[in-house]
Structure formats: C-alpha cells, structure tokens
C-alpha cells in the first residue's frame, strides 16, 4: 500500500520559512517524479515544483528563486523549502508521486501553510 504523508505546515508570519516533507512508504521516490501542489481557499490545486526521478527541476513562476524542491533517498522522502514566504503563500500543500504533472497516481492528504501579514 502506498503512502504519502506531508508535515512541516503551520503558521509563520510574513518573510519567514517552513520546510515541508513528503515521507513516503510502498513506493520509492528516487525512481519516481515527484510533485508539490497547493490549493488555496477556492481556488483550483496548482503545481509549485516537480523533482523528476531523471530530468530537470521545475518551479512555477511564482515561487522561483523562494522555494527549493529536494529529495533525500535514504529517507525515502522529498522536502520544499519554502522561503521569503507571503500571504498569498497560504494554502494547502499537498505531495504526488508517480507519474506526471497532473495524472499522479498517488496522493498525501496535504498540510496546510498559513502565512499571517
């Protein structure tokens, strides 16, 4: 059976930092893409960065240069620093992991990161 599990989310003011993980079990990430999303409150769930088991990170535009997508493989886990962060930064984060952006097969049921101004 595979699972994702997020933590790391919470409450920072604005400017701060959070770092997330993605802890995962029944499936290794090293030989899978990996994604972060986020859902904002009415809003539809967005791409933030990929890590590919081969090939080149990607960000969206928005978090460039804040966010840093990586992957330890001995823990068999993927993190997203997250830097600088702003109100508009407030969300629900969520992992996937096999496949590709947007038919990842595998889901965590995400962490919520709320940045106050």
């Known amino acids: 059976q595979v699972q994702l599990v997020e933590s790391g989310g919470g409450l920072v003011q604005a400017g701060g930092s959070l770092r997330l993980s993605c802890a995962a079990s029944?499936?290794?990430?090293?030989?899978?893409?990996v994604g972060w999303y986020r859902q904002a409150p009415g809003k539809q769930r967005d791409l933030v960065a990929t890590i590919p088991a081969v090939g080149r990170i990607t960000y969206a535009d928005s978090v460039k240069g804040r966010f840093t997508i990586s992957r330890d493989n001995a823990k068999n886990t993927v993190y997203l620093q997250m830097n600088s962060l702003q109100p508009d930064d407030t969300a629900v984060y969520y992992c996937?992991?096999?496949?590709?952006?947007?038919?990842?097969?595998?889901w965590g049921r995400g962490t919520q990161v709320t940045v106050s101004s």
């Open positions: 029944g499936i290794n990430l090293s030989f899978n893409n």
């Open positions: 996937a992991a096999n496949g590709a952006h947007p038919y990842y097969r595998y």
